[in-house]
């Protein structure tokens, strides 16, 4: 059973990590600790004040893909996909930016054909120069960093570390790559999901979960009952 349409990390408050999950017009915030923040339509997520603009482009519904700009911005900042238009929402100013992803930002006309369009998943990785963006679409995946261009382009199986070692059901048409806080030793982590079940990644160390999001924990089974039921 597909669980959600996409996820992307959220600025994780008083040290507890945060996800908000899209599934149709609906859209769950998620607490790790503490359980389900939010639920209901897209556009009435953060009290409405901005997100109810995202309705008079589409963006209320059937979400492609998402990526948390909070570190770029300075500020609560989500970037949304859908088809071959993205829009970025700055929470407390409204919309920024709406318009085909190639055409945001310097570098984002280079990226790969087909990778313009239609998106499995996308996030926001650590800066290595300047903002950098990881973009997932069937078995490729690409690694835009908005200051250099392209720094990566193949199968998401041959990018560095413990990526090369994904069981294969992750080696391809994931529905969502979340960002984790990360471990205690600085290495970057990620939540991988695809339908019903869910991988954490460490990038140095491999993987320290894979299986069903029910049994993950509770939290997390909590907001699949949710969504699913």
Not at 89 to 112: F, M, V
Request: glycine residues 10%; charged residues 25%; aromatic residues 12%.
């Amino acid at each position: 059973m597909t669980f959600l349409d996409t996820a992307t990390h959220l600025q994780d408050k008083d040290g507890k990590q945060r996800s908000l999950l899209f599934l149709g017009s609906s859209c769950l915030e998620l607490n790790w600790s503490d359980g389900i923040a939010f639920w209901g339509a897209i556009r009435q997520y953060n009290k409405g004040v901005t997100w109810n603009e995202l309705q008079q482009w589409g963006f209320d519904k059937d979400i492609d893909a998402a990526a948390d700009l909070t570190d770029v911005v300075g500020s609560p900042c989500t970037m949304l996909f859908k088809g071959d238009q993205c829009v970025v929402l700055k929470w407390d100013e409204g919309i920024d930016y709406h318009g085909k992803i190639t055409g945001y930002k310097k570098h984002w006309a280079d990226l790969p054909k087909g990778f313009d369009r239609d998106l499995d998943a996308v996030m926001q990785i650590e800066d290595q120069g300047g903002p950098c963006t990881m973009l997932f679409k069937k078995d490729q995946c690409v690694v835009l960093s908005w200051n250099h261009g392209i720094q990566f382009h193949d199968k998401i199986t041959a990018y560095e570390g413990p990526w090369r070692d994904l069981p294969k059901p992750f080696s391809k048409s994931l529905d969502a790559v979340v960002r984790m806080a990360n471990d205690e030793d600085g290495n970057q982590q990620s939540l991988l999901i695809k339908d019903s079940q869910c991988l954490v990644l460490n990038w140095e160390n491999g993987f320290s979960y894979d299986g069903e999001v029910t049994g993950y924990s509770q939290a997390w089974a909590n907001a699949y009952n949710r969504l699913t039921g």
